[in-house]
């Protein structure tokens, strides 16, 4: 099968290129630095028209999308189900339920919800309002903003994407040679609802590093958005003129905290299925999947009975939704990260791996002797370290303070707050219950920073502009 993708105005007759996933081809547009600017300055006209339009307005367009992208029976939507497990390798069932949850997010009330997090007043974003202080004040989102999106989990650039359209900035979108199909998809849906909208967004691809049309995106745009690597942050960040804003997504670190009190007979099954969910979900490509549980001790159920459990729960997942397949390479960074657990499970009984037959599919290692956040391999690949209470977690996160994101968290009310408290102390940033650590609900602070606010200038108007221009009033008496 083969398939054209991208989104670029009619005028640019580009070349492709050809992206070939088993049995499936896409042809992404590969423009010259020429056509490039072409499509900028096309993109910067259709910014003037988005400027004039009413933010409740595109938020209207973007949920008649997600009504379109919610219908099983849809035809873009049809076609992603069928297509994405082709092109990412994940399981057909896993994409299918994270994309129901997912696009749920960006409905009509949660995109309002995520301008109120964000905005007092989100018609900030339309007109001039009067500041409380005095004086008037509005708010601009970038004429143009370069999207570098990342390809480890499916939609993912639909975060990026709506937040351009929400402060009404034109958008070029740069494909991920992992999962260019998203985006594509999306943006052809907005231009069945609002051709004119549509017109405002150009998806295309490069290949990482080709300066000249990197110099041409990133000198041209007011802001960059780039999820990637710390080594394609750091390249962007050299080549991002000074004036250009970068808003950078970098690679990060979550992990999880279970108390003792959710180790109960009753509560451990499904604890221990919550962490897998959260430990298996996407095989751990994503920046919000942990790498280890610290798991309470002197609970009804051991640390180690409890990795047993984690472990059984984690093959149960992979009995429903397998993993991906592997690289030679990642195989064998898993085989190398078990022999070294393996030969201290001889040594030692402070260390048992549980690990799944004939496979890497999944590993659990159980270690008592820690003293280091351990970095997983990733691909299902997850530490159980016991402690004696939530006090014994920051010393661990204070290693890899400033790549901490999200923890997920197993407790009782009456032990939330004091939990809340150490974690906040330690540079998490966010906060969820376990089993929801893949589902980032609208409005909060990717990265510790505001997800709107961030990409606006403010315009602010003098309270005494209003008393001295009374001076030359004609009419004044």
């Known amino acids: 099968m083969e398939l054209k993708i991208g989104s670029i105005p009619s005028f640019i007759s580009p070349a ?28 910067r006209q259709q910014h003037r028209k988005l400027q004039a339009r009413k933010t409740d307005e595109i938020i209207n367009i973007i949920d008649q999308a997600i009504k379109l992208w919610l219908d099983p029976n849809y035809h873009y939507r049809k076609l992603a189900e069928e297509l994405l497990p082709i092109v990412t390798g994940y399981d057909s069932e896993m994409i299918r339920v994270f994309l129901h949850s997912y696009l749920r997010s960006f409905r009509k009330e949660k995109l309002q919800r995520m301008l109120e997090v964000d905005f007092t007043n989100p018609q900030v974003l339309d007109e001039f309002r009067p500041r409380t202080s005095g004086g008037l004040t509005r708010a601009y989102g970038p004429d143009l903003i370069t999207h570098v999106f990342s390809g480890n989990v499916p939609a993912l650039p639909l975060w990026s994407l709506v937040s351009g359209l929400l402060v009404k ?50 000198t041209s745009s007011e802001s960059i958005i780039a999820y990637g690597s710390e080594g394609t942050i750091n390249s962007i960040r050299k080549k991002a003129p000074s004036h250009v804003r970068l808003h950078a997504h970098g690679h990060k670190l979550s992990a999880g905290f279970i108390a003792k009190d959710c180790l109960q007979r009753v509560l451990v099954t499904e604890t221990a299925r919550k962490a897998a969910k959260d430990a298996s979900q996407f095989d751990q490509q994503a920046c919000l999947s942990p790498h280890v549980f610290f798991v309470e001790e002197e609970g009804s159920v051991s640390v180690r009975e409890f990795a047993s459990l984690l472990a059984q729960e984690m093959n149960n997942y992979q009995v429903k939704m397998p993993r991906a ?40 290692v159980y270690d008592q002797k820690a003293t280091r956040f351990p970095i997983s391999p990733l691909n299902r690949f997850v530490y159980v370290i016991p402690v004696q209470s939530i006090d014994d977690v920051p010393p661990f996160l204070h290693q890899v ?42 409005g909060w602070h990717h990265d510790g920073r505001p997800h709107l606010a961030d990409l606006v200038r403010w315009v602010d108007v003098e309270a005494s502009v209003e008393m001295d221009m009374d001076a030359y009033d004609p009419h004044r008496v």
């Open 401 to 442: 303070r400033g790549f901490i994101q999200t923890f997920g968290v197993a407790c009782t009310p009456h032990t939330f707050r004091s939990i809340l408290e150490v974690l906040g102390g330690c540079g998490v940033n966010r906060i969820t219950f376990l089993g929801r650590m893949g589902e980032p609900e609208p």
């Open 16 to 43: 492709y290129e050809k992206r070939t996933f088993d049995s499936l081809t896409l042809l992404v547009p590969k423009l010259t630095s020429e056509e490039l600017k072409q499509v900028i300055s096309h993109l």
């Open 325 to 364: 397949r592997l690289t030679e390479q990642e195989n064998q960074a898993i085989i190398q990260a078990r022999s070294k657990y393996q030969f201290q499970a001889f040594q030692t009984k402070e260390i048992t791996i549980f690990e799944s037959e004939k496979s890497t599919s999944w590993t659990v």
């Open 169 to 218: 900035s034109s958008t070029i979108g740069k494909l991920s040679s992992s999962e260019p199909l998203f985006p594509s998809l999306f943006v052809e849906t907005l231009r069945e609802i609002d051709q004119e909208l549509a017109e405002c967004i150009a998806i295309i691809w490069w290949k990482g590093g080709e300066e000249e049309l990197e110099k041409v995106a990133f």
